[in-house]
């Protein structure tokens, strides 16, 4: 069995004041340094937000991802039932992609 891959624990925001003017970054409180830089802000403000709001969900995403598919293996294929609630599943999945999606 191979050892998962530790990465620094969500949740992940946009911070404005990061690197030189124009630059996006990706921060989470937890940890002591800084996820990502979105290069090129000022340049491609509109395309560097979307992406910088999708790097900063993918905690987010990652976790409802886990949700889905636990649901899914332990689900009772003759009765249909799910060990986690459907309104759990469809909660994290819409709050993560929400998240990715959001304005401003």
């Known amino acids: 069995m191979t050892e998962k891959t530790k990465h620094t624990p969500g949740p992940w925001r946009l911070n404005n004041n990061i690197g030189r003017k124009g630059e996006l ?25 979307a992406n910088a709001r999708l790097i900063a969900a993918a905690p987010a995403l990652l ?12 689900c009772d294929m003759e009765v249909g039932l799910f ?8 909660d994290k999945l819409y709050a993560a992609t929400k998240q990715a999606e959001k304005e401003g």
């Open 83 to 90: 060990n986690a609630t459907e309104q759990e599943i469809t």
């Open 63 to 74: 976790e409802a991802c886990k949700i889905a598919l636990q649901a899914i293996n332990e």
């Open 25 to 49: 970054g990706i921060v989470a409180d937890d940890a002591p340094c800084i996820i990502a830089i979105m290069g090129n802000a000022k340049e491609w403000p509109v395309e560097a937000q």
